[in-house]
């Protein structure tokens, strides 16, 4: 059964840093490209970041040199680490293939406030 546990998330106040983890389950991680993507309140989910299966990467506009996406498919592990982090970066973070209709995990909340 493929599966996603996403963690990491909490409160931050502005300009601070989270890591967000996912554990990938139920497939092989390194046959997939893997995306994290965000949902606001009220907003449609959106694609954050993209990792290829030959670690291509692409990122969106809005978090351009403020968010790393890796991968370790030995741990069947993605990563995105989150530096610089604005009120509009509040959301839940799911992990997902990007190529494949899976389901989505439970999330991890991020929360950017003073």
């Known amino acids: 059964q493929v599966q996603f546990v996403e963690s990491g998330g909490g409160l931050v106040q502005p300009g601070g840093s989270l890591r967000l983890s996912c554990a990938a389950s139920?497939?092989?991680?390194?046959?997939?490209?893997m995306g994290w993507y965000r949902q606001a309140p009220g907003k449609q989910r959106e694609l954050v970041a993209r990792i290829s299966l030959s670690n291509m990467i692409n990122y969106a506009e809005f978090v351009k040199g403020r968010f790393t996406i890796s991968r370790d498919n030995d741990k069947k592990m993605v990563y995105l680490q989150m530096t610089n982090l604005k009120p509009e970066d509040t959301a839940v973070y799911y992990c997902?293939?990007?190529?494949?209709?899976?389901?989505w995990g439970q999330g991890t909340q991020v929360t950017v406030s003073s």
């Open positions: 997902r293939r990007t190529a494949i209709n899976d389901s």
């Open positions: 139920g497939f092989t991680l390194s046959a997939y490209s």
